[in-house]
């Protein structure tokens, strides 16, 4: 099956700074990219939807100024949360997929902690 | 309120015993249903795939049922594993241009031995 892989897999920072998390499709090629958001005990919510080359499309009440979105390529995704809170605390999971008909493929996700 | 509707929301079973898990959803139009096994601190992995004209599809001890008269679903598991324990989501793939996911809250399940 195909696989997508996320950096970090886990990340720790301090209040007001910025993360990146890398997504990458590691055997084909994503024409779009998916990024959810998991809080404990609930199921993944969708942030934002990115075709390659294109600006992102953000679900209703995810500001897009803070959650900055680039699909630069067909194997790679990076999600930036910028001046990070306590709030954004949770597990950023991302997909990839070929074509609309193809199924998803998820990442193992990336841990976000700020302190 | 949601579109995919899981049961229970936690259940604990022993090793080597049965389990269904139920899923209903309410979306439209349809274009297909998942089940995902979801372990803690990963991202979920697709265990069955079945369209509008599918019953019944299996992996290995998972085996999923679908109705699309009735808009229900179940996964099964025979002779769990302690590896089973894990979170089990039923997706629902609109048939829009998008094809957009739509997730159930998922059912915690732990095998203990």
């Known amino acids: 099956g195909a696989v997508v892989s996320q950096h970090p897999s886990r990340v720790i920072c301090k209040s007001g700074t910025s993360v990146k998390i890398e997504c990458r499709s590691l055997d084909f090629q994503a024409t779009t990219m998916f990024w959810y958001r998991q809080f404990p005990k609930q199921s993944l919510m969708l942030m934002a939807t990115s075709n390659e080359g294109s600006k992102a499309t953000y679900e209703q009440g995810v500001e897009k100024d803070k959650f900055l979105i680039n699909h630069a390529s067909l194997t790679l995704s990076t999600l930036t949360v910028t001046s990070a809170h306590p709030e954004d605390s949770s597990f950023y999971i991302c997909s990839a997929r070929r074509t609309t008909l193809e199924t998803q493929y998820f990442g193992p996700g990336t841990r976000l902690l700020v302190l | 309120k949601n579109q995919v509707e899981q049961s229970p929301q936690s259940l604990i079973i022993l090793e080597g015993k049965n389990c269904t898990l139920q899923?209903?959803?309410?979306?439209?139009?349809?274009?297909?249903l998942r089940w995902y096994k979801q372990d803690t601190g990963r991202g979920p992995v697709s265990l069955t795939i079945?369209?509008?004209?599918?019953n019944t599809k299996s992996n290995g001890r998972y085996t999923a049922t679908l109705d699309a008269d009735t808009k229900q679903s179940s996964l099964h598991i025979t002779a769990s594993q302690l590896s089973d324990s894990a979170s089990y989501i039923c997706v629902v793939i609109v048939a829009d241009s998008w094809g957009k996911l739509q997730f159930g809250a998922g059912t915690q399940v732990v095998v203990t031995p």
């Open positions: 079945m369209t509008f004209s599918e």
């Open positions: 899923c209903n959803y309410t979306v439209s139009p349809f274009s297909n």
